[in-house]
Structure formats: structure tokens, C-alpha cells
């Protein structure tokens, strides 16, 4: 059975949501008797936020895979998932209302509060010298330092408060964490409140913990479907994004295999879908080639507002920008993609033109092929562009590729083309609802 694992192709809020929401319901639809459906959670926390529309309804969820609003289907939340306690107890009300399962990795690290004041904090001093990353301000960055550092408290650890107590004073774990609080100039939350916090968020949780790695494994051998949801996008992934302006978390399928180990079997071949806007967003600092500056200010307001580009977890308005080929072309690369789910092409409906950047000037020469874009290459770059015609039709009904305005479809050849024709686009969104695509 092939697993098709999703991920964000670009600076996260592509609109992976809404496609794992679609994926987990025709594996549902299509699941064999006696079989079931998993979504898996392998990378982030709370920082995502992944908008699902069902009719009236909009769900968005942060922490958990989007698979907790599909009835039975097991949504598993693995070993390198930060988990925020508060979010996870009102995203299980949400699982249970829907009547999703979930079970959570015994060793999957948990968020402090005084990882989220450390986050504001070190926001707070760094944006006094402009250094500011433009976190969530979840926690995020803290939680996975420790977790590295091997001092993280774990979802196992949360049992009961004695055992919640003796984890975070192993190894002089709270009190070196509160002392770098204190540096930063505010005053910790005490080990008796964190310890009071973690077990009144506990309960649930603890009685939902489970070897999640023997799971997956487990159904994988009986031919389970497996639908691994990754958060965040490749260009924040920490190692291919341009540092620091990323994440904290590897955002490749790398992270499922690494975690997992599950790996590119003959007989079931990895799917790897890129979910990719048809233009471009960033939330907070960092560069950004083509973001719709100068002359091309008022457009990108105008795609904001359209697009409605705010941010799901934090409020904050995303910066706008042409789609960006070259930044797409290293993605696919570096994430190993093999399919892309283009979204929000009804946005660029009634755009008279339409650019698209199709290479780089860097240091006076064109950017290689193969050239990692370091955050020095993306600052630096000059984008150059193509502009192709736009459409003016109302596009959101479309539900055959063919039946797009030809302007459309010529815009989604140009990408394809652009990838030299051996990454196909599978689906393109063309709303916000759950039926709003065009399927291969
Ligand atoms: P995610 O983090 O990648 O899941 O994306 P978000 O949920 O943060 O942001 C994507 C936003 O675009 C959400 O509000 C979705 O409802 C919306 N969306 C997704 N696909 C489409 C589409 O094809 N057209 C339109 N107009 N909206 C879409
Ligand atoms: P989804 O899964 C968009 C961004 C933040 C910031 C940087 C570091 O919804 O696509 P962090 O809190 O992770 O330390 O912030 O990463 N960021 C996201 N941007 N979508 C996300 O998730 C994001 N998760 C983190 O805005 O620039
Ligand atoms: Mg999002």
C-alpha cells in the first residue's frame, strides 16, 4: 500500500489541512474491511495551525493530525511531536466530539510554560536589535533544545505528579530553565505550578499513551493505509531552511522515516506530496524573494485580504509574494517530492498578469541548479520573473483541469514544465471547502 505522506512545499499555510482532510477521507471511503486508516503526526506542535472547512463548519487543528474530525480513524502523534498540554485536551475535545482516536508516544517531549515565556522572552529582547525570528511564541524552539539535550519532561513522564517532579529535577532540568527565564527578566513559573499544570492537563493524555512506532509498524505490515501529515514547509525545516529564520523541527519526510522507521519499500512505493500555494506566504521575519514590495504592494494587500492571509495559530498577517520556481525547484529536491498539490489558485482569479520567478541573481551569475538557498542566497537575490497572463473567471466550481480558463491551465503547465514535467500536479484547490478541487 503506498503511503502518500503530505507536506508544506513552502514557507508553511499552504493549505495542508484541507488536503490531508481529503486524503484521510477517500482512504477512509476506500478502506478495506477489517483495516483502518492512520494519520500520523511527525514533526512541530502547536505553532501549525491546519484549517479544515466541512460545510459550515472550520476546524483548525495545531498539535494533533487532521485525521481526529474522521470517526475511527487512529491518529497517532509521534516521538519528535512537541505537545503543548492545553492545546492537545481542547484538540481531544474535538476528537472525541468527532469520534477520531488518537494515542500519543510515551517519549514525545512536552512544552512548559516556562518554554513559552522563554520563547516571548528571547523574542522580546532580540526584536529591541532587530533580531527577532518571529516565533509563535508557542515554545517551541526552548522544548526542542531540550529535547536534543536529552532533559525534555516526556508524555510517559506525565503519570502522576511525583514522577512529573523527580523529571524535571533530573539533571538540574527546572531550575537551569528557570534560571535562564530569570536572565531574561521575568520571574519563572514555580516547580510547584509546573508541576500542578502538567498533572491537571495529564489525565487525558496518560490515558492515551502507547508505543505509536510499533503501531505504525504494525499496520504498514498489514497493509494498513497510513497517512502521514507533516507541519510547517520545507523552506522552515531547520537544516534546508535559511537559518535562524525556520523552525525547530526537520520538515521533510525525513522526519517520518527517521522517527518511524518507515522506509521506501519495492512494493510500496513513498508518495511524498508538496502542498504548494499558487503564489507565495511567509509569517514572520526572514528573507523572501519575491514578496509583492514597492509597485507591488497593493497587489499583495489586495491577495491577502483575497486569500484571507492571516494566521491560523497566531492572528499575525502573512507577507505576500509571486510564486517562486526556484525556491520550489530546491524544495522538491531537498523534500524528495514526488507529487504537488497546488492550492488557492481561485485567488489569482482577476489578476490581469501574473509573475512568476524563474531564477536568481546571486553575486552577479545565475543561480545553480543544485545550490542550496542559504538565508545569504535569499537575502541577496535578485528574483527574476516571467509574466504570464492572468484569468478573470470565477474558477471555484471548476472540477476537470480542462474546464480551467486556458490561462489557468497554462499556468499550471508552466510549473509543471519548469520541473523539467517529472513532478506532476495532482490537485489543484480552488476554495477553501473540503469539495473545492480539481483531482487528478
Ligand atoms: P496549512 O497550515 O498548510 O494547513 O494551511 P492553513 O490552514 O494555515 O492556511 C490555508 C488557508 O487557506 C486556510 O484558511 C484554508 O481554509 C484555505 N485554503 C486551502 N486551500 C484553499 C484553496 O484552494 N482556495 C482557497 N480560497 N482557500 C484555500
Ligand atoms: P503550518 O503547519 C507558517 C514559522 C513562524 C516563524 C518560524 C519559527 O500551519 O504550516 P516557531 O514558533 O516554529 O519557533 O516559529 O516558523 N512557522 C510557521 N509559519 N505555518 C506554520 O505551520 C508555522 N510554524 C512555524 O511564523 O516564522
Ligand atoms: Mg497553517
Redesign the pocket.
Given at each position: 500500500m503506498a503511503i502518500k505522506t503530505i507536506i508544506?512545499g513552502q514557507?508553511?499555510?499552504?493549505g495542508?489541512g484541507k488536503v490531508s482532510d481529503l486524503i484521510i477521507a477517500e482512504a477512509v471511503r476506500d478502506c478495506p474491511a477489517g483495516t483502518s486508516v492512520i494519520v500520523v503526526r511527525f514533526n512541530?506542535g502547536p505553532?501549525?495551525?491546519?484549517t479544515i472547512k466541512v460545510g459550515d463548519r472550520k476546524y483548525v487543528v495545531h498539535n494533533l493530525a487532521s485525521g481526529i474530525i474522521h470517526a475511527g480513524v487512529i491518529n497517532v502523534s509521534g516521538p519528535l511531536v512537541v505537545h503543548d498540554l492545553e492545546a492537545v485536551n481542547q484538540e481531544l475535545d474535538t476528537a472525541e466530539e468527532c469520534g477520531g482516536l488518537v494515542v500519543f508516544d510515551r517519549s514525545a517531549p512536552v512544552i512548559l510554560p516556562l518554554h513559552k515565556q522563554l520563547d516571548k522572552a528571547v523574542e522580546l529582547a532580540a526584536s529591541a536589535n532587530n533580531r527577532a525570528?518571529?516565533?509563535?511564541?508557542?515554545g517551541?524552539?526552548p522544548a526542542y533544545s531540550d529535547f536534543w539535550s536529552r532533559d525534555a519532561l516526556k508524555l510517559g513522564d506525565l503519570v502522576n505528579p511525583e514522577r512529573i517532579r523527580r523529571a524535571l529535577l533530573n539533571r538540574g532540568y527546572y531550575e537551569s530553565r528557570a534560571a535562564i527565564v530569570s536572565h531574561f527578566g521575568l520571574q519563572p513559573i514555580s516547580l510547584d505550578d509546573t508541576v500542578d499544570w502538567c498533572h491537571a492537563h495529564s489525565g487525558r493524555v496518560v490515558s492515551r499513551l502507547g508505543d505509536t512506532r510499533e503501531i505504525v509498524a504494525e499496520a504498514h505490515a498489514k497493509g494498513w493505509t497510513i497517512v502521514p501529515e507533516g507541519?510547517?514547509?520545507i523552506l522552515?525545516d531547520t537544516v534546508h531552511g535559511s537559518a535562524p529564520?525556520?523552525?525547530?523541527s526537520f520538515c521533510t519526510a525525513a522526519a517520518l522515516t527517521a522517527t518511524f522507521g518507515l522506509y521506501d519499500l519495492q512494493e510500496t512505493p513513498n508518495e511524498v506530496i508538496a502542498i504548494v500555494k499558487a503564489y507565495t506566504t511567509r509569517?514572520?521575519?526572514?528573507p523572501f524573494p519575491t514578496e509583492m514590495l514597492g509597485t507591488d504592494q497593493a497587489i499583495g494587500e489586495d491577495v491577502r485580504n483575497r486569500g484571507q492571509e492571516f494566521g491560523?495559530?497566531t492572528g499575525r498577517p502573512r507577507r505576500c509574494g509571486w510564486l517562486d520556481l526556484v525556491a520550489l525547484r530546491y524544495a522538491c529536491r531537498v523534500g524528495g517530492i514526488t507529487q504537488l498539490a497546488i492550492t488557492k489558485l481561485d485567488i489569482l482569479s482577476g489578476l490581469p498578469e501574473i509573475k512568476v520567478c524563474i531564477g536568481y541573481e546571486f553575486e552577479g551569475r545565475p543561480i545553480r541548479e543544485h545550490e542550496t538557498l542559504t538565508g545569504r542566497v535569499l537575502r541577496e537575490a535578485t528574483p527574476q520573473y516571467v509574466t504570464l497572463p492572468g484569468w478573470s473567471d470565477d474558477i471555484s466550481g471548476v472540477r476537470r483541469r480542462l474546464d480551467l480558463p486556458i490561462n489557468a491551465q497554462a499556468y499550471l503547465e508552466f510549473i509543471e514544465d519548469f520541473l523539467d514535467n517529472t513532478i506532476p500536479i495532482d490537485f489543484v484547490g480552488v476554495g477553501p471547502e473540503r469539495d473545492a478541487i480539481i483531482l487528478p
Open positions: 508544506g514557507w508553511g499555510d499552504e495542508k512541530g505553532n501549525a495551525g491546519h525570528i518571529g516565533t509563535t511564541g508557542r517551541i524552539g507541519a510547517q514547509g522552515l529564520f525556520v523552525t525547530s509569517v514572520g521575519e526572514g491560523a495559530t
